[in-house]
Structures are given as structure tokens and as C-alpha cells.
T-cell receptor, first 116, second 114 residues
Framework: SQTIHQWPATLVQPVGSPLSLECTVE??????LYWYRQAAGRGLQLLFY??????ISSEVPQNLSASRPQDRQFILSSKKLLLSDSGFYLC???????????????FGAGSRLTVL | AQTVTQSQPEMSVQEAETVTLSCTYD???????LFWYKQPPSRQMILVIR??????QNATENRFSVNFQKAAKSFSLKISDSQLGDAAMYFC???????????FGKGTKLTVNP
């Protein structure tokens, strides 16, 4: 069965410090991978998605970047965090293409980032 | 661009009663999928139900069912026999057929009263 791991679960960082959130998927190949952010009291905002190694699509211009160094690994980074980067970050994966289960997202447990 | 609107920031229901959460969407496409996701206090997002736009029959999963009105671009979620464990944020989501992206609404917080 497929599983998705996301870490760290909780992170408190000072303004201006770097960030690295990691997400890995097990039990599947060639998944689509996503990073969403959920600000307090708001919906889910798509930040980045990837359909393959090294292929990153950015949805919102901001202080963050994403990388996919391996097929089932997706990393969210920042060189210098801002206060506005605080939020709950969710990694997700989906089956690629038109196979059964395509478009259905399976989410990780999330990472809560507080920037002070 | 596709948009998803959930007009009810909060809803409440008595245990064992039925509640309906509203969702409308905007698209010019004919091939798309709609979803309801649940986010309990643990923050783990869980898929509740999925509807293909080309299917006229409303999707059902146990106590959860949808009322899909394609012409009105409406996709409401009905929860029957509400249970305390149904208390959560519920998000409506849309994706165009062939697209990798899901667009989410802002969510509805459901409270279940004992």
C-alpha cells in the first residue's frame, strides 16, 4: 500500500532563517506531488506541483521554492523565512494520468511552521 | 480560472440529524471532477467522496452523499445520521479533466452537538 511521510511535524523558526520541509511517498512510482499551504482560518493554497523529477510548477510567486531530486521525494525550501510564511504545510500525491485514482489527492500529516 | 466557493464558513448539526454543506464552482469546461475532503482536528486531510462530471448519478459513500447539479454548478454534501466524529473542516475541491491541479474552497467548519 502507498504511504506518504512528511517531516518535521512542527517547526519554529526565526525570521530570516532557512527552511526545509521534506515529503516522501512509498509504494508507488511516478506520482504527481504537491505542496499546499493552509493559513489560519483559510482554505488550501496550492504552492507547487511536480509531474516528474526536476519538473516543478509554481502557482504563487513568493519566498518559497520546491525541488524534486528523486521520483518520490519533494522538498519545500526557503532561504530566508518571512513572518507571512507561517502556516500549515501539506504535501500530497496523486496517480499520474488517466488511471483509476487520478486526480485523487492523498495527503501527508502536515507540517506546522511558526515564524517568529 | 476555475474557482470554488463554499458560502458557509460554519455549520452545526445535532447528532443523528442530517446536514447539507454547500459548494458552487465556476468553470467553462465539461470534463472535470469534484471532491469533498474532510479535515478533522488532527489536521489529516481525508477524501470523503468523488464525483465525475460526466456521471449523472450522484456519488454516495455510506452516510455521505452529494447533490450534483451540473447546470447550476452546484455540488453539495449531505451527511446523514451525523456522528460526533463527523466534526471537522470540510473542503470542496475541483479539478479539470487532464489537469494535475486541484482547487479548493475555503472550507466549512462543521460542529456536531451531542
Amino acid at each position: 500500500s502507498q504511504t506518504i511521510h512528511q517531516w518535521p511535524a512542527t517547526l519554529v523558526q526565526p525570521v530570516g532563517s532557512p527552511l526545509s520541509l521534506e515529503c516522501t511517498v512509498e509504494g508507488t512510482s511516478n506520482p504527481n506531488l504537491y505542496w499546499y499551504r493552509q493559513a489560519a482560518g483559510r482554505g488550501l493554497q496550492l504552492l507547487f506541483y511536480s509531474v516528474g523529477i526536476g519538473q516543478i510548477s509554481s502557482e504563487v510567486p513568493q519566498n518559497l521554492s520546491a525541488s524534486r531530486p528523486q521520483d518520490r521525494q519533494f522538498i519545500l525550501s526557503s532561504k530566508k523565512l518571512l513572518l507571512s510564511d507561517s502556516g500549515f504545510y501539506l504535501c500530497a500525491w496523486s496517480v499520474r494520468g488517466f488511471l483509476a485514482g487520478a486526480n485523487v489527492l492523498t495527503f501527508g500529516a502536515g507540517s506546522r511552521l511558526t515564524v517568529l | 480560472a476555475q474557482t470554488v466557493t463554499q458560502s458557509q464558513p460554519e455549520m452545526s448539526v445535532q447528532e443523528a440529524e442530517t446536514v447539507t454543506l454547500s459548494c458552487t464552482y465556476d468553470t467553462s469546461e465539461s470534463d472535470y471532477y469534484l471532491f469533498w475532503y474532510k479535515q478533522p482536528p488532527s489536521r489529516q486531510m481525508i477524501l470523503v467522496i468523488r464525483q465525475e462530471a460526466y456521471k449523472q448519478q450522484n456519488a454516495t459513500e455510506n452516510r455521505f452523499s452529494v447533490n450534483f447539479q451540473k447546470a447550476a454548478k452546484s455540488f453539495s454534501l449531505k451527511i446523514s445520521d451525523s456522528q460526533l466524529g463527523d466534526a471537522a473542516m470540510y473542503f470542496c475541491a475541483f479539478t479539470q479533466g487532464g489537469s494535475e491541479k486541484l482547487v479548493f474552497g475555503k472550507g466549512t467548519k462543521l460542529t456536531v452537538n451531542p
